[in-house]
């Protein structure tokens, strides 16, 4: 069983960037809704306790929007904005130290670097384009994300990660 936890970027935040997200990223539908990965995925059960003790937990984190920028995942190119620093070794470790009383969780599991995802599987030569786009769209100002989210897939290729309720 997989498990990744994450906060969630509201609603009203996401609204500028869905038509792109569908334009260029055929399985945007498939993946997790916009959001900060606070714990990159990682391949442990956690107990039904933990994962409710993550959900209800209030992490206040503050995101102030910067600037768009791209990287490379897994040979596809991937945009994204920078939520900002504020909050992301407090909220970070928060989130560590309760999976970390799972005790069947170990080591393994570790921070992310902090970005959202705005668009994903950009094609090389649309890149720059879509990196302007998401830029111009961006929204300013700051917001507020009360609690993270646990999303769990299982070990299938064609599984798909859905939220813990």
């Given at each position: ?7 969630l ?10 038509n ?14 916009p ?18 003790v ?37 909220v ?32 090389e ?11 111009a ?16 897939k ?12």
């Amino acid at each position: 069983m997989w498990h990744v936890i994450v906060a969630l970027i509201p609603d009203d935040w996401v609204a500028p960037f869905t038509n792109l997200r569908q334009q260029h990223d055929r399985w945007s539908d498939h993946w997790l809704p916009p959001h900060i990965t606070v714990l990159r995925p990682f391949q442990r059960d956690l107990s039904d306790a933990i994962v409710n003790v993550i959900q209800r937990e209030p992490i206040d984190l503050n995101v102030v929007l910067g600037d768009a920028g791209t990287f490379r995942n897994d040979g596809r190119n991937t945009i994204w904005i920078d939520p900002g620093q504020a909050d992301r070794e407090r909220v970070t470790h928060r989130a560590l130290n309760i999976v970390r009383r799972d005790r069947d969780v170990s080591v393994d599991v570790c921070a992310s670097h902090f970005h959202i995802t705005v668009v994903d599987r950009v094609p090389e030569h649309l890149t720059s384009d879509v990196l302007s786009r998401v830029q111009a769209r961006r929204p300013t100002g700051a917001f507020c994300i009360n609690r993270l989210k646990v999303y769990r897939k299982g070990d299938g290729p064609n599984d798909r990660y859905t939220l813990v309720p």
